[in-house]
């Protein structure tokens, strides 16, 4: 029989991302999409998660099995993050409850954010460490996984949380920093911008985890991870934001490019890092996309929404 996935917030990038990538790589699976704008599109349902009484009658209706909660972004003040993230995830799981379906599998992105700065330097961060978030986001998510982990003890529910790492590959917003290098020198190729890329501090490492890669571990995650239990997806290897960009210059049509480098003090900038053993182990995922050919993606991606096909 058909499986079905129900994705909430399909229309931000990673709910896009997963739908598009069950559509190109398992076609055999059904996907209906949450929004809380209005329905109309095919498999695009409008539906408001904070209410679960509605979702409940949804969920009868649909009858999923798996269910990837991607509701809310990255920003915004800490009101409508707790909104987005907290209140719609307590919606969605008690609307689980009042209908029975026990069954539904439920997939809720974790995010690095969650472990704030690590106690010990060059480490790679594992599932056990403890999470010390120092943004709101972060600390938002950790309520938003921590209470999906509540209700899969106290209530039984069938939840599972994979964290994610820092995103690169085709579809990466701007407000991510490998999107954001991307689409300013999509710009400056273009010839829509001087030829000077902007950015915050370059000296933090970080772990890039290719778009597709995660695509197929949250797939993974979903199927065969533990009731109850959390994975990282990620690379497990640091490469410096200043690598990063360097990497991309050189991808760039246009040379001599210059960089204004903000040093912001105030900005808390600290290295994460993760490990991804556990979801090796357990469940046989690893990444198999380059950095670099996911930048390259990542760059060609930008160019498109650009109108160009790449510099001279």
């Not at 797939?219 to 410096?240: F, P």
Request: net charge positive.
């Amino acid at each position: 029989m058909k499986k079905r996935i129900l994705i909430a917030g399909v229309t931000g990038f990673l709910g896009g991302a997963l739908k598009e990538y069950i559509a190109r790589r398992e076609p055999g699976i059904e996907v209906l999409g949450l929004t809380r704008r209005r329905g109309g599109s095919s498999g695009l349902l409008p539906a408001d998660l904070t209410d679960p009484v509605k979702t409940a009658a949804l969920l009868r209706r649909v009858r999923p099995d798996y269910v990837f909660q991607f509701c809310g972004g990255d920003r915004g003040d800490p009101a409508q993050l707790f909104s987005s993230q907290f209140l719609a995830t307590r919606g969605l799981l008690d609307a689980i409850l009042k209908t029975g379906l026990l069954r539904i599998r439920v997939v809720i992105p974790g995010s690095a954010a969650e472990y704030g700065r690590p106690a010990a330097k060059h480490r790679l961060m594992t599932e056990t460490d403890a999470l010390r978030p120092e943004s709101w986001y972060g600390f938002i998510k950790w309520m938003q996984t921590s209470l999906g982990l509540f209700y899969a003890r106290r209530s039984g529910l069938d939840v599972v949380v994979a964290r994610i790492f820092n995103v690169a590959g085709a579809g990466t917003p701007e407000r991510l920093v490998a999107g954001q290098f991307a689409f300013q020198i999509a710009r400056i190729e273009a010839g829509r911008r001087s030829p000077v890329i902007e950015t915050n501090g370059l000296s933090s490492r970080r772990d890039f985890i290719d778009v597709a890669d995660l695509c197929a571990g949250l797939l993974t995650v979903a199927r065969q991870g533990r009731k109850g239990e959390t994975y990282n997806i990620c690379s497990g290897r640091a490469h410096s934001v200043r690598e990063l960009l360097q990497r991309l210059l050189k991808e760039a049509g246009k040379k001599n490019i210059k960089v204004r480098e903000r040093r912001d003090k105030g900005s808390g900038s600290f290295d994460v890092i993760g490990s991804n053993a556990k979801i090796r182990k357990e469940l046989g995922w690893s990444p198999t996309i380059s950095l670099a050919e996911s930048l390259r993606q990542t760059l060609e991606d930008h160019r498109r929404r650009m109108g160009g096909g790449g510099g001279s």
